[in-house]
């Protein structure tokens, strides 16, 4: 870290000088201006986190609850369903990280020169229109055991392939994740094809003329000038998979047995269908460590590689 | 207009808003009380008994509805802490009658349900699942019974009557099997898969059921184990329809013929209607026999709540409203609009199907229980439907499942007895 300063003072050494102090009608002003934002991050967001915290070591009554110290927590992580969930959550993780960019870089490099790339583009980043809910909606008609897949295959002659979709884990977690994809790929594409835009094309220009083609130019040349949109999907994506609910909750409300849960709905059936409170709490705490230590460790490591 | 101005208008009219969300109370038009409800499909029907509930209290109902379960359970016991909680709403009876009641969030209601009882406008068999701690804080709102709706189409072409032993039931099963169509309607989607528990039990061993929801008798209990054993073997003869059936298609499939037999509450009644199913024509609905043929006569009820909170903003209008809810007049126009048994006893469906229904409780006097989901602790019942979703798709699991269902059950009574002690 203090190498990076010290890179960053010699680059500016002007800002290593102390400013003259600013009229206090500026620094008023300066206030003013953040007050807002300051007022409505504490009280929509750092106020109710500390209280979830705080009711997180309170038992589960709605009234008079009592301090019950770290129960809560070690309820949650001796409830196999919840060790499930943290499970389900990590293959959320992986796979909304891999898949849709994975995909969406592949769609956008391969469309991003061809004349049908943008009906092919359209096509792929529609979905990302639909709203979670009706995109479940969809998924459900195609995945129930006697919907269109098993109908398909069935019908193809392909009977041996059908499968109860949504009833056993881990194929229930992973046509979901695939379903997930099929609607995020569409803003992985648009970033990437807006990243491919901005490549300079003399730099293309150069790996030519030096007989780089290919996947050798794409790999060396390309790849690497795509880093930025890449950091800011892969975040996205990180964010999204923990995040991820709606589908979940439409498809099969964390069923069969609470086996498709994610964190984010053991917490919503811990809160709102068990109407245990407390134990909800604690979810949505170990779920903010989860959250925040993935995106501190991600962040972290990309702003120090990009100095 | 200048852009402080927009800015000074925009800030006064955010705190118009925030002010009129801090109001005291709900709003409800003059002469009307506020109801929630969370069935907006039965909107109009309650219209229709607010003109007549107008008529006999001088009141009628301000109608809103919140569409989704979960939703409506949530915007209710928030605002049932707040001086902004409905003069009515609709809830369910049994232990989450009781969750409510036991925090004083309810008004008592005793003294409507002694004047309706003593005019013979209500059956005296459901007050417990209507009462808390000997006292009353709800009205039915109706009485389904637990039925299986049959399609007379399939049932006529091979030459099957309605079964009135549990032998002729698996024998007109097998039949229907035999000729490619599903005897019966099953699912485990969230949170249907106790229709299934709670008729195997109850038709095996109706005080045994009422012991077992009262968490007076195991699920680990033999009787437990041979009730999964039967319907695992029912399973295994491919019965049923698949365990993630969606309910919405089931009356499209028994229009359709894919399937012959659908085990539900009555309210589903209009449900079937709307496929395009005429009632006693198209399909009608017998009560499901008992297991062992001098077992017990049994059937479930489900009879969602009219309760008023404890903080009712309109109480006095709120509590004569309710005092007619049960009178003959209101419920002979709501009893037709359900297409349900209306809880006044006296009062006979239009409907041919319920009129049957109704005509076939009257002679045969089964036993009442209540549904599985209103009989036992919220929080157990959650759960164990959960676990019964899993032995539907795993069978081989009976055992397995049975026992998490009894660990839950004695977590979650102990939890409920402390909380109610």
Wanted: net charge positive; hydrophobic share 45%.
């Amino acid at each position: 870290m203090s190498a990076t300063l010290e890179r960053f003072s010699t680059r500016t050494p002007s800002t290593s000088r102390r400013k003259p102090r600013r009229p206090l009608r500026d620094r008023l002003a300066s206030i003013a201006f953040l007050l807002p934002a300051v007022v409505l991050v504490t009280l929509l967001l750092t106020a109710p986190f500390a209280d979830t915290v705080y009711r997180s070591f309170f038992d589960d009554r709605f009234v008079h609850q009592s301090f019950s110290g770290f129960a809560n927590y070690h309820r949650m992580f001796s409830d196999s369903a919840v060790l499930k969930s943290l499970l389900n959550t990590l293959f959320w993780l992986i796979g909304t990280v891999v898949l849709p960019i994975g995909l969406g870089l592949s769609i956008a490099v391969m469309t991003n020169a061809v004349k049908w790339g943008r009906i092919a583009r359209l096509a792929i980043v529609l979905p990302y229109a639909i709203s979670g809910a009706a995109v479940a909606v969809v998924w459900n008609f195609m995945l129930q055991s006697d919907g269109a897949i098993n109908s398909a295959l069935k019908s193809l002659g392909l009977s041996s392939l059908q499968h109860d979709w949504l009833l056993n884990w881990p194929l229930n977690t992973v046509v979901m994740i695939i379903a997930n994809a099929w609607q995020a790929t569409g803003v992985a594409v648009i970033l990437f094809l807006v990243g491919l835009q901005a490549i300079p094309p003399d730099t293309i220009e150069a790996s030519a003329l030096d007989g780089a083609y290919g996947w050798t130019r794409f790999r060396h040349v390309v790849f690497p000038q795509l880093r930025p949109v890449t950091v800011v999907i892969v975040g996205i994506s990180l964010v999204n998979g923990l995040k991820a609910f709606d589908l979940i909750w439409v498809l099969s409300q964390g069923g069969p047995a609470r086996s498709t849960e994610t964190l984010a709905l053991t917490m919503y059936w811990e809160t709102f269908v068990l109407q245990r409170p407390g134990s909800g709490a604690a979810v949505a705490v170990v779920l903010t460590i989860v959250v925040v230590a993935v995106s501190w460790f991600y962040l972290r490591r990309q702003l120090r590689a990009s100095y | 207009m200048k852009r402080r101005e927009f800015l000074a208008a925009l800030g006064a009219g955010g705190a118009g808003l925030l002010a009129a969300g801090c109001g005291k109370g709900l709003q409800s038009p003059p002469g009307e009380v506020s109801f929630y409800s969370d069935n907006p499909t039965w909107k109009s029907g309650f219209e229709d008994a607010s003109r007549q509930l107008r008529k006999a209290s001088g009141t009628g109902l301000d109608i809103l509805s919140v569409p989704t379960v979960t939703s409506y359970e949530q915007v209710i016991k928030a605002q049932l802490q707040t001086a902004k909680a409905p003069d009515l709403l609709k809830w369910w009876n049994g232990y989450r009658l009781q969750d409510l009641a036991r925090i004083g969030q309810l008004a008592d209601l005793t003294d409507i349900w002694q004047t309706a009882a003593g005019k013979g406008w209500i059956d005296p068999a459901i007050r417990a699942d209507c009462s808390y701690d000997n006292k009353v804080y709800g009205l039915p709102l109706h009485e389904s019974y637990y039925v299986v709706f049959y399609n007379k189409n399939i049932f006529a072409k091979h030459d099957l009557a309605p079964p009135t032993t549990w032998a002729e039931f698996m024998a007109a099963a097998a039949k229907v099997k035999k000729a490619g169509i599903t005897p019966f309607v099953s699912t485990q989607s969230y949170p249907w898969s106790f229709i299934w528990f709670e008729e195997m039990v109850s038709k095996l061993d109706v005080s045994f059921y009422q012991k077992l929801t009262a968490g007076k008798a195991s699920y680990t209990d033999p009787k437990a184990e041979h009730a999964m054993s039967l319907w695992q073997e029912m399973i295994g003869k491919g019965y049923f329809t698949s365990p993630d059936t969606d309910l919405t298609t089931v009356p499209a499939m028994m229009h359709s013929g894919a399937v012959a037999m659908y085990p539900c509450g009555t309210w589903n009644n209009a449900t079937i209607q709307q496929a395009g199913l005429k009632s006693g024509k198209d399909f009608d609905a017998f009560i499901m026999p008992t297991i062992e043929p001098n077992a017990t006569k049994s059937v479930i009820v489900e009879a969602a709540q009219f309760a008023m909170p404890a903080r009712a903003p309109h109480k006095k209008e709120a509590h004569d409203l309710l005092s007619h809810w049960l009178d003959p007049a209101v419920q002979k126009v709501w009893s037709a609009f359900l297409m349900d048994s209306a809880p006044n006893p006296t009062v006979i469906s239009p409907d041919p199907v319920i009129r049957n229904v109704q005509a076939l409780v009257k002679q045969t006097n089964p036993t009442r229980v209540n549904r599985y989901w209103e009989a036992s602790p919220p929080a157990l019942v959650e759960s164990n439907v959960q676990d019964l979703g899993d032995f539907m798709i795993h069978p081989e699991k009976a055992k397995s499942v049975l026992s998490r269902m009894q660990s839950r059950a004695e977590a979650e009574w102990s939890y409920w007895k402390q909380e109610v002690s």
